[in-house]
C-alpha cells in the first residue's frame, strides 16, 4: 500500500511564496515521474509542473520562470516552490507519483495521487 501526503499549503499575499512537499510512502520500489496539478473552483485539474526520473522538467506556461519543481529520490518526495504568486494561482494543488509497487507478488505500475492543499493567494 502506498500513501502520498502533501504538506505546505496556506494563504499568502500576491506576491509572496509557499512551499508545496509530497513524500511517498510504503511498498515502492522506483518512482519514475512525480508532478504537481491544480484545481480551482468550477474549473478542471490541470499540470502545474512534472519532473522525470532523470530530472527533467515541464512546466505549465502560466507558471514559467514562477515555479520550481525538484525531487528527492531519497526520500521520495517532490518539491514545489512557488514564487510571486498571483490571485489567479490559487487553487487546491495535488501531487501525482507514477511508481512501481508489489501487489501480493506482483509488480505493478501505477499513478498515486495526494489527498491535496489549499493555497489561497490574496490581500
Known amino acids: 500500500q502506498v500513501q502520498l501526503v502533501e504538506s505546505g499549503g496556506g494563504l499568502v499575499q500576491p506576491g509572496g511564496s509557499l512551499r508545496l512537499s509530497c513524500a511517498a510512502s510504503?511498498?515502492?520500489?522506483?518512482?519514475?515521474?512525480m508532478g504537481w496539478y491544480r484545481q480551482a473552483p468550477g474549473k478542471q485539474r490541470e499540470l502545474v509542473a512534472t519532473?522525470?526520473?532523470?530530472?527533467?522538467?515541464n512546466y505549465a506556461d502560466s507558471v514559467k520562470g514562477r515555479f520550481t519543481i525538484s525531487r528527492d529520490n531519497a526520500k521520495n518526495t517532490v518539491y514545489l516552490q512557488m514564487n510571486s504568486l498571483k490571485p489567479e494561482d490559487t487553487a487546491v494543488y495535488y501531487c501525482?507519483?507514477?511508481?512501481?509497487?508489489?501487489?501480493?507478488?506482483?509488480?505493478?505500475?501505477?499513478?498515486?495521487w495526494g489527498q491535496g492543499t489549499q493555497v489561497t493567494v490574496s490581500s
Open positions: 510504503g511498498s515502492i520500489s522506483s518512482i519514475n515521474a
Open positions: 501525482k507519483q507514477d511508481l512501481w509497487t508489489t501487489v501480493g507478488r506482483t509488480k505493478v505500475r501505477r499513478d498515486y
Open positions: 519532473i522525470t526520473s532523470a530530472g527533467s522538467t
